[in-house]
C-alpha cells in the first residue's frame, strides 16, 4: 500500500502545488512510483504543470472530477507522465459543456459519503495500490474537498510562506488536521511544515523563522530545517511542464534545497514508523523509505 501524503493549506500562493510536483518529482526520480492525485479541482494547476491543460484539448480527456461526478474508478484516470515512475490522476475542471465542475457542492450534497469518497476510491484503486507514495494537491481551503483529503492520508504537511498572512493561517491548517486525526482518521500524523516561499527581507524571514520555531515547540509539529527560496524561475516551468530539477544543476538554489527537502521528509516519515512500533501503535502496513 503507497503512504498518501496530503499537501494542505488554507492560504493560496504559498508554494502548494510547486511542493507537491517538486516533491513528487524527486521521489519518482530516487525510483519510487510516485503518484500526483490533483485534487484542487477549480484550479487544476497540478495538471497544467505536469501534463498540460487537459481542459482545452478538442477530445475530452477525463480526470477526478468526471469520476466523482458521474462514476468510474480513479483507475480509469490514471496517466503516465514525460517523467518515470510519475504519475497523475488529473483534475479535468471543465466538463463536456464547459461548465466548471463544483467538487465541493457534489461532495456536500452526498453527506457523510461525500466526505469519504475519495478515500474509497483510493481503496478500490488497483494501480495507486501498486505505488510508494501518492500525494495529494488540495484547494487553498480548509473545506470539504481538504477534509476528505486528510480522510484518505496517512500523512499531512503544510508548505508556508514567511508573510503575516500565511503565519496566520498555518495554526488553522494544524488545527484542521489534528481535528480530522483525533476524529475520523487516526492513520493521520502530521509530517510536518517547511518553507516554501522564504521572503527575500532578511529581517522579515528571520522574525517568521523565529515563530514558526516558537510554534513548532508548542503544538509538538515538525518543522523542517530546509528552506526554499523564492526565485523567479519557479513562475515559468508549469507552461513547459518542467521541474527546476529539469532546468538547474544541483549545486543552484532551489534545486538543491528541494533534494534537501525530500531526504528530510523521508527521514521524518522513517522517524515516524519507528515511533509507531516501538509503541505498538502501528496503524497499518507501510512500505519501508
Not at 503512504?3 to 519518482?28: F, N
Not at 494544524?174 to 502530521?190: C, D, F, H, S, W
Request: charged letters at 25%; proline letters at 4%; aromatic letters at 6%.
Amino acid at each position: 500500500m503507497p503512504r498518501i501524503i496530503s499537501v494542505t493549506g488554507q492560504k493560496g500562493g504559498i508554494g502548494k502545488t510547486t511542493s507537491t510536483v517538486h516533491i513528487a518529482s524527486r521521489l519518482a526520480d530516487l525510483g519510487f512510483k510516485t503518484c500526483i492525485i490533483d485534487f484542487d479541482t477549480t484550479q487544476s494547476n497540478a495538471t497544467r504543470s505536469v501534463i498540460g491543460p487537459i481542459w482545452e484539448q478538442s477530445e475530452k480527456v477525463r480526470g477526478i472530477c468526471d469520476i466523482m461526478a458521474n462514476g468510474g474508478g480513479l483507475d480509469d484516470v490514471f496517466y503516465s507522465t514525460d517523467r518515470e515512475n510519475l504519475f497523475i490522476i488529473p483534475s479535468e475542471k471543465r466538463d463536456h459543456r464547459g461548465a466548471n465542475y463544483n467538487i465541493e457542492a457534489l461532495l456536500n450534497q452526498l453527506g457523510l459519503e461525500g466526505f469519504n469518497l475519495l478515500k474509497d476510491l483510493i481503496a478500490e484503486s488497483v494501480e495507486l495500490s501498486s505505488c510508494h507514495f501518492v500525494l495529494i494537491d488540495n484547494a487553498p481551503s480548509l473545506g470539504i474537498t481538504t477534509v476528505s483529503s486528510l480522510l484518505a492520508a496517512d500523512y499531512f504537511i503544510i508548505p508556508v510562506q514567511t508573510s503575516d498572512l500565511s503565519m496566520e493561517s498555518i495554526g488553522d491548517t494544524i488545527t484542521a488536521g489534528l481535528k480530522v486525526k483525533r476524529m475520523q482518521n487516526p492513520y493521520l500524523e502530521p509530517l510536518g511544515f517547511f518553507v516554501a516561499s522564504m521572503d527575500k527581507r532578511p529581517k522579515m524571514a528571520k522574525k517568521a523563522i523565529i515563530e514558526l520555531g516558537e510554534l513548532s515547540t508548542k503544538t509538538g509539529i515538525h518543522f523542517f530545517e530546509t528552506m526554499i527560496p523564492i526565485s523567479s524561475k519557479f513562475g515559468f516551468l508549469p507552461r513547459d511542464k518542467k521541474t527546476i530539477f529539469d532546468t538547474t544543476k544541483k549545486s543552484e538554489r532551489g534545486h538543491r534545497e528541494y533534494l534537501s527537502l525530500v531526504d528530510e521528509i523521508l527521514e521524518q516519515i522513517k522517524e515516524i514508523e519507528m515511533s509507531e512500533t516501538k509503541s505498538d501503535q502501528v496503524k497499518g502496513p507501510r512500505k519501508e523509505a
